[in-house]
Every structure is written in structure tokens, then in C-alpha cells.
Nanobody, 119 residues
Framework: QVQLVESGGGLVQPGGSLRLRCQAS????????MQWYRQAPGKQRELVAE???????TYADSVKGRFNISRDNILNTVTLEMNSLNAEDTAVYYC?????????????WGQGNQVTVSS
């Protein structure tokens, strides 16, 4: 069973930076896509950024130019670097991975990590 463990996050002042990291483990053959989602109180979970195995990256309009997603395909990790943070970025951030495990597909989620932007 594939598991995702997140780290990073916490409290930061407006304009500051944070880095989230997600480590995938298990009998992973390949990971097709790794994503970061976030969910703010009272709002739906939204896709923030994703990176595919062939290198393509996409970002939500609200984070373009401020966030950067990067994968390590050897270590099966994904990092989200967040810059110029503002109060609207406050949310629980989740990583997600989709790929192949022992001949079967998988889709796994991390446990979620709180990011709070406040002075």
C-alpha cells in the first residue's frame, strides 16, 4: 500500500515563504503524477499545483509566479515552495500521487498539513 507523508508548513507572516515536502513509500513501480491540493475553512478542496512524470507542471492561477512544484523521481518526493504568501493561502495542504504499484494503479493522499499566514 502506497503511503504519503507530508512535512513542513506552519505559521508564517504575510509576504513570507514556506516549503512543503511529501514522501511516497511502498511498492511503487512508477508515479505518473504528483499534486498539491489545499482546502481552506468552508471551501472546497482545490488543486494548487501538479507535476507529471514527463516534467509538465501546471499551477492554479492564484499561485502562479509565487509557488513552485518540484519532483524527485528517484526519491519519490514532491516539494511545494511557496513564496509571497498571503492570508488567502491559509489552508490545509494535501499531496496526492497517482501511479502503478505491483501492476495495479494507485491513488494516494497525504495526511494534510496546516499552513497559516498571519501577522
Amino acid at each position: 500500500q502506497v503511503q504519503l507523508v507530508e512535512s513542513g508548513g506552519g505559521l508564517v507572516q504575510p509576504g513570507g515563504s514556506l516549503r512543503l515536502r511529501c514522501q511516497a513509500s511502498g511498492s511503487i513501480f512508477s508515479i505518473y503524477r504528483m499534486q498539491w491540493y489545499r482546502q481552506a475553512p468552508g471551501k472546497q478542496r482545490e488543486l494548487v499545483a501538479e507535476e507529471f512524470s514527463f516534467g509538465r507542471k501546471t499551477y492554479a492561477d492564484s499561485v502562479k509566479g509565487r509557488f513552485n512544484i518540484s519532483r524527485d523521481n528517484i526519491l519519490n518526493t514532491v516539494t511545494l515552495e511557496m513564496n509571497s504568501l498571503n492570508a488567502e493561502d491559509t489552508a490545509v495542504y494535501y499531496c496526492r500521487a497517482d501511479g502503478d504499484e505491483r501492476g495495479a494503479g494507485f491513488s494516494a493522499w497525504g495526511q494534510g498539513n496546516q499552513v497559516t499566514v498571519s501577522s
